[in-house]
């Protein structure tokens, strides 16, 4: 079991450049995201004044997630009921956390909504979660958590269509529940929405993070022209099963094996610079993990021709002018 202490963590906040990078896996923009934030939290921090991560217990949840005693001692104390709006929240929502703990800790915590997003615990697995301990533990520690969690549980519930064509009463219906009219979920999200939409968003794309891992691939552990070794062997044995490679595994990282690199790269839409690194590397095991790929055309077979032939002539032609 994991030891919660006083619930604090690290309570990292969010980097700017999270929410746009996050909400890209969904194909939405950081205002759509923002909209949530704010209606679920109310000030958009997923951490409370004590930094620790704010929570609102429900009831009604957690008289469903009990049975027998421990259920009849709950509803004695009044922190148990059997449907939503029965009773108001409390105002010290820790301290009923508290109460719920002494019952039954599993329980409490899945009936608590948590973060940014208020997900609920007992959706830790559509938010990623094996358990919802580790969900818990890891929101004590970042925002960046809070996001993910919340992101992910909007794919697994099947509203990122919703949120992507701002039908606001349809992702509402989805992600508050029933009651989502009574509350004006989806007004409050629609208002949210309209507001962030004026302002300037986190300047981010796809291509800039690709460029940033190949800056990092450059610097950081990567295999480039002059290696040689063991993992140049085994780059060169990745890339001919994947069809890129089809000179000597010699274990030198010569022009053959940068010439195949970079069409790897190309095919992969990465930045184009023959450097094996992180970025690459990862995405040469993500391909050999992936189901077989029908036969290559015979366009892609040119490209990657075309590919070595450049980066060959190029190096005629730097070793004629050394000459």
Partial sequence: MIDFGDFRGAAKRLDDIDIPRIAHTIGVGEDEIHAVIDVETG???????????????EGHIFFRELTGDQRREAVRQGIAWPKWGDKPYPKDRYARLAQMIKINLIAALR???WGLGQVMGFNHKMAGYDTVEAMVRAFMEDEEHHLAAMVA????????????RHDWSGFARGYNGSGYLKNRYHLKLASAFA???KLKDTPWTPALAEND???IDASV???GRGEKGDAVRALQRDLAALGFYAASIDGDFGPATEASVRAFQAA???????????????AITRALAAPAEPP??????????????TTVAREIAAIRSAA
Wanted: hydrophobic residues 35%.
């Fill in 43 to 57: 000030n958009g921090k997923g951490f409370d004044a004590q930094g620790r991560t704010k929570l609102l217990p």
């Fill in 153 to 164: 549980f909007i794919k697994s519930a099947g509203l990122d269509d919703e949120i992507r």
């Fill in 221 to 223: 552990d990567a295999l």
């Fill in 195 to 197: 507001k962030w939409r």
């Fill in 213 to 215: 891992n190949a800056r």
């Fill in 268 to 282: 992969q839409g990465q930045l184009v610079d023959g450097w094996a690194g992180d970025a690459t590397l990862q």
């Fill in 111 to 113: 009936s608590c909504s």
């Fill in 296 to 309: 290559a055309t015979l366009e892609s077979i040119e490209q990657h021709l075309t590919a070595i032939e």
